[in-house]
């Protein structure tokens, strides 16, 4: 990246200029009266061109040179002439203020050193957590409409099944059902969430709660709940009785 | 050396370490013996019993490792491992629910209603603490029954599992004997 | 909470992160306004001061890290060998000085003053995290802006960029139009 003149490794044309100034003991300012140009250009002559990429800026500022030097030779140019500002008062320009940002880069250097010896953990490899889940938005309502949904799926599933390969025994008639529900009726009320088995079959379930609709039109049973959640007490009707009818 | 420097410096190695050292790695960098190291050790140990300090030392073998105080773990989790939000999914939710209303419920017959396959949903809930494994159906393969837990009532904010409501009016058309059937409670 | 605890907990979370840490993020996690944090920040950093103490806190732009004491660095290095923080080259610092005085500035900016082509040292400093695109100046060509990130703060041990040291004075005569320039606090 640089550029090597006698052993100093020089980060462009300015920093060398600089160098040589320096090392004149001369102004910035006194640059085009002393010998630090014809340095310059020599030095750069002296290079060689290894890497035009990177010479191409030292090359460029020793034209920048050669072209103040040769004005300077030339009568000035009359009053009012003067289109653009002198190359000699840019460049001494230019050089006072990268000046600036060097002596800034040095005194930085010396912070970058300091914070250099202040040493940080590594940080600990935390084991990331168990993922915990938003329930926040899942509310009883979405909860229904889930069960809407696969309710609704479910039955759509039903017929595929019905005409299935398998079939088993039917052990719910409705009549069946209706005695069952009697039988566990006789001695008291019954709770409707007891009324099947716990883990009921569909079959079950559709075959008992017809058999319910049933003994409930027919006066056989009533049901009642207490509060608007609560549970469906089924007890026997005005009409009960042991009687039964078949189907 | 000073001993108070020495404790310090103790406290600087172990930190940019993070790792556990051995005493006798110390006391080479220190110049010291194994006694002034296990004095400054000491001191250290002492010194981070204050409340105002962050740290303590942990010490195993003839090695030592500063770590976090145990009492204030929760406060570094609460920094270093953000809570991972995240919703159930559609196939959770649905999982879920048959599991409410049909508890204590096998994985096959989870499958039977929704129609897909549930390993990874029930596996995911029950991770999640929302279902939990209560037993085995005896039945050919024993298969597990599963069932909701507190955390899911207490989610939803039910005492017990009766508040479940039944179905939704309205939203569903027609078929009120499946929608009894779902809606059953165990 | 005590405030000694507070202290010691925000030992606890920097010692545990290593990384810096927003002052918010610690306020977050504590359930703290910024102002407690801050009056345990400033315990933590004046109980350091010890001889006693290996720590120190380091603290850029609104963030805060527990590094170890810059005065016991021999010692650590000696058991440790920390990895050598690269430090930058002669170009890649001028550049980046100059993007820190004059920032947001173009590469063409940057160019003008140091008089030769900057792309590489500024695409290195970026990749370094020292510096960023920050947008693009609303001129032809609508040219990259850079800027300084925090991570260079904190590679200069600079709380902030007002801490940047002020342009020499006196080695320069004149131009007091242009030192003024020079000098503005981006």
Same mark, same amino acid.
């Given at each position: 990246?640089?550029?090597?003149?006698?052993?100093?490794?020089?980060?462009?044309?300015?920093?060398?200029?600089?160098?040589?100034?320096?090392?004149?003991?001369?102004?910035?300012?006194?640059?085009?009266?002393?010998?630090?140009?014809?340095?310059y250009i020599a030095l750069v002559h002296k290079a060689g061109m290894l890497d035009m990429e990177e010479a191409s800026e030292f090359i460029q500022m020793a034209a920048t040179l050669l072209l103040i030097k040769s004005r300077s030779i030339l009568p000035p140019?009359?009053?009012?002439?003067?289109?653009?500002?002198?190359?000699?008062?840019?460049?001494?320009?230019?050089?006072?203020?990268?000046?600036?940002?060097?002596?800034?880069?040095?005194?930085?250097?010396?912070?970058?050193?300091?914070?250099?010896?202040?040493?940080?953990?590594?940080?600990?490899?935390?084991?990331?957590?168990?993922?915990?889940?938003?329930?926040?938005?899942?509310?009883?309502?979405g909860l229904m409409a889930a069960f809407a949904r696969v309710s609704a799926r479910a039955r759509e599933q039903l017929a595929p099944q019905a005409s299935g390969?398998?079939?088993?025994?039917?052990?719910?008639?409705?009549?069946?059902?209706?005695?069952?529900?009697?039988?566990?009726?006789?001695?008291?009320?019954?709770?409707?969430?007891?009324?099947?088995?716990?883990?009921?079959?569909?079959?079950?379930?559709?075959?008992?709660?017809?058999?319910?609709?049933?003994?409930?039109?027919?006066?056989?049973?009533?049901?009642?709940?207490?509060?608007?959640?609560?549970?469906?007490?089924?007890?026997?009707?005005?009409?009960?009785?042991?009687?039964?009818?078949?189907? | 050396?000073?001993?108070?420097?020495?404790?310090?410096?103790?406290?600087?190695?172990?930190?940019?370490?993070?790792?556990?050292?051995?005493?006798?790695?110390?006391?080479?960098?220190?110049?010291?013996?194994?006694?002034?190291?296990?004095?400054?050790?000491?001191?250290?140990?002492?010194?981070?019993?204050?409340?105002?300090?962050?740290?303590?030392?942990?010490?195993?073998?003839?090695?030592?490792?500063?770590?976090?105080?145990?009492?204030?773990? *929760?406060?570094?989790?609460?920094? +270093?491992?953000?809570?991972?939000? %995240?919703? @159930? &999914?559609?196939?959770? /939710?649905?999982? !879920?629910?048959?599991?409410?209303?049909?508890?204590?419920?096998?994985?096959?017959?989870?499958?039977?209603?929704?129609?897909?396959?549930?390993?990874?949903?029930?596996?995911?809930?029950?991770?999640?603490?929302?279902?939990?494994?209560?037993?085995?159906?005896? *039945?050919?393969?024993?298969?597990? +029954?599963?069932?909701?837990?507190? %955390?899911? @009532? &207490?989610?939803?904010? /039910?005492?017990? !599992?009766?508040?479940?409501?039944?179905?939704?009016?309205?939203?569903?058309?027609?078929?009120?004997?499946?929608?009894?059937?779902?809606?059953?409670?165990?």
């Amino acid at each position: 990246m640089a550029f090597v003149v006698e052993a100093r490794a020089f980060s462009g044309p300015l920093d060398l200029l600089l160098h040589l100034i320096g090392s004149a003991k001369i102004d910035i300012k006194d640059i085009f009266v002393s010998q630090v140009t014809d340095q310059y250009i020599a030095l750069v002559h002296k290079a060689g061109m290894l890497d035009m990429e990177e010479a191409s800026e030292f090359i460029q500022m020793a034209a920048t040179l050669l072209l103040i030097k040769s004005r300077s030779i030339l009568p000035p140019p009359q009053e009012g002439q003067e289109e653009e500002e002198d190359p000699g008062t840019l460049l001494i320009r230019q050089l006072e203020e990268y000046a600036r940002f060097q002596q800034l880069a040095g005194q930085m250097q010396e912070f970058e050193q300091a914070a250099a010896r202040v040493f940080a953990k590594l940080p600990d490899e935390y084991p990331l957590p168990p993922v915990t889940y938003e329930l926040e938005g899942l509310t009883l309502k979405g909860l229904m409409a889930a069960f809407a949904r696969v309710s609704a799926r479910a039955r759509e599933q039903l017929a595929p099944q019905a005409s299935g390969s398998v079939i088993r025994l039917d052990q719910h008639s409705v009549a069946h059902c209706m005695g069952h529900i009697l039988r566990r009726t006789r001695r008291g009320s019954l709770p409707f969430t007891e009324l099947f088995s716990q883990t009921p079959t569909r079959n079950e379930v559709v075959t008992l709660f017809l058999a319910l609709l049933e003994l409930l039109k027919q006066g056989r049973l009533r049901v009642s709940q207490q509060e608007a959640q609560g549970d469906i007490i089924i007890s026997r009707g005005s009409r009960g009785g042991e009687q039964h009818h078949a189907q | 050396m000073r001993n108070d420097r020495l404790v310090g410096i103790i406290e600087a190695i172990l930190y940019v370490s993070g790792e556990a050292i051995a005493l006798s790695t110390l006391a080479d960098a220190l110049g010291h013996g194994l006694e002034a190291v296990e004095q400054a050790l000491q001191a250290l140990e002492q010194a981070c019993q204050e409340d105002a300090r962050g740290l303590q030392l942990k010490r195993f073998a003839d090695q030592v490792q500063l770590v976090s105080k145990a009492d204030y773990a *929760t406060y570094v989790e609460r920094v +270093l491992q953000p809570v991972q939000r %995240q919703t @159930l &999914s559609q196939s959770a /939710l649905e999982t !879920l629910v048959i599991v409410a209303y049909r508890q204590p419920v096998t994985r096959q017959e989870v499958e039977a209603v929704r129609g897909v396959k549930c390993d990874y949903s029930l596996q995911s809930l029950a991770q999640k603490g929302l279902i939990r494994d209560v037993g085995r159906k005896e *039945t050919l393969g024993r298969p597990i +029954l599963y069932a909701t837990t507190d %955390q899911f @009532l &207490s989610h939803f904010g /039910l005492t017990s !599992l009766k508040e479940l409501p039944s179905l939704p009016e309205g939203t569903q058309e027609g078929n009120g004997q499946e929608q009894l059937y779902m809606a059953i409670d165990p």
